[in-house]
């Protein structure tokens, strides 16, 4: 059975950018007895609680919050608000056409619209007052200037309004590139976890790139990004990194610890082993230093200036 989802459209005021919803018919005890009714709208909604707790969803994920935070949710982005134990909470919101506001006042800019709208409607946010208090602050004046009416208010809130476009913008894309970051280091943990179990094997990247479930290309593109080292180079590190394991604790031949190894041939082995140590499998096996025998590789990106 499908999740039930509502669409609350909402009409914009011509030649208006924000539509305010405040006053005490917003302060009530949010979602009861509809605790799993999801809803969207038309524009994006930005929300400040000034007192009361309870439970926000945006999408699939759900989160605490409590007097002292703000909410931004994008267009049919399915979220509600939840007060499950009855508690009564007071917010004020403010929907705001970013479309329009992108197109009309900030067309001129360097932005491009598509990709910056693309990026800001991506996800919603739910944000500490006090660890982001300029964007908080651009909130409470521009809904302290809807409530004025001022002579000079359509002004006040398209100056409020440019900022506060810019702060998110800055928002989304550091957001986007966490989730493109997290996105890539579970990719390499998976790989380097394959690796790891699989090392003695005839490993392919293309095997390694279907167990993280991308193409080859795009597979040694994140990998490379991310460690600044090529697969099958951290390959062979991991496999010379066994073969000193089995060089110092075990009486075998040079064929057979390659073999072990994971290297197809012994020249292979010999090569890729003073590549990386700096000596041959038997004079690391003979080397007085000692040190050698801990050997062991740990991979990071590396610094940039």
Known sequence: MKQEIEYRYYEMPTGQYILPKYGEGWRMAYGTGEINKLHFHNYLEVGYCNEGYGKLVIKDKTYDYEKGMFTIVPANIPHTTENP?????FWE???VDIESFLKTEMGTSKLNIKDTLSTVNKSGFLLKVDE??????????????????DRYSSEAL???LRAFT?????????????IKNERMSNYVAVAIKYIETHFAENVKVSDIAKECGLSESHFRRTFEQSTNIRPLDYLNMVRVDKACELLYKKDLSMDEVGKQAGFETTSSFNRNFKRLT???????????????KNYHINIKKGWDF
Request: with cysteine; glycine share 8%; net charge negative.
């Open 85 to 89: 134990d009855g508690n009564v909470s």
């Open 93 to 95: 919101y403010m929907f």
């Open 132 to 149: 982001n208090a300029d964007m908080a602050e651009l909130i409470t004046l521009m809904i302290n200037e809807c409530k004025a009416k």
């Open 158 to 160: 398209a100056g409020f």
């Open 166 to 178: 810019v702060d998110l913008i800055r928002l989304a894309r550091e957001n986007d590139t966490l």
């Open 278 to 292: 700096g000596k041959s499998p038997l004079q690391w096996k003979h080397s007085a230093d000692s040190g050698m």
